[in-house]
């Protein structure tokens, strides 16, 4: 099985920064793209930010200068760096990544999810 585990969200006023971590653990052979999804209340869950396995990013216009998304291969562990937080960045924050089992099987997994806030 494998298992991602999001940590980091919070409470934090505008203009303030958090960092979200994901760490992937399980029966891993590869890890290939990840990326962070937020679903704001009454809206559709949307891509905030992904990264390849070879350090590639993509980052939706709404974020770009203001998040950093990077990854630790060695630990299997994605990150965000959100600075200049808006209100409008109030949301559940997702880790998504592509993986590929031991059993050379390759899938989307999530993580559950932790919520960001940001006060006015």
């Known amino acids: 099985q494998v298992q991602l585990v999001e940590s980091g969200g919070g409470l934090v006023e505008a203009g303030g920064s958090l960092r979200l971590s994901c760490a992937a653990s399980?029966?891993?052979?590869?890890?290939?793209?990840m990326g962070w999804y937020r679903q704001a209340p009454g809206k559709q869950r949307e891509l905030v930010a992904s990264?390849?396995?070879?350090?590639?990013?993509n980052y939706a216009d709404s974020v770009k200068s203001r998040f950093t998304i990077s990854r630790d291969n060695a630990k299997n562990t994605m990150y965000l760096q959100m600075n200049s937080l808006k209100p409008e960045d109030t949301a559940v924050y997702y880790c998504?990544?592509?993986?590929?089992?031991?059993?050379?099987?390759?899938?989307?997994?999530w993580g559950q999810g932790t919520q960001v806030t940001v006060s006015s």
């Open positions: 399980g029966v891993i052979f590869s890890i290939n793209t």
């Open positions: 990264i390849t396995s070879g350090g590639s990013t």
């Open positions: 998504n990544s592509d993986i590929t089992t031991t059993d050379y099987r390759r899938r989307t997994y």
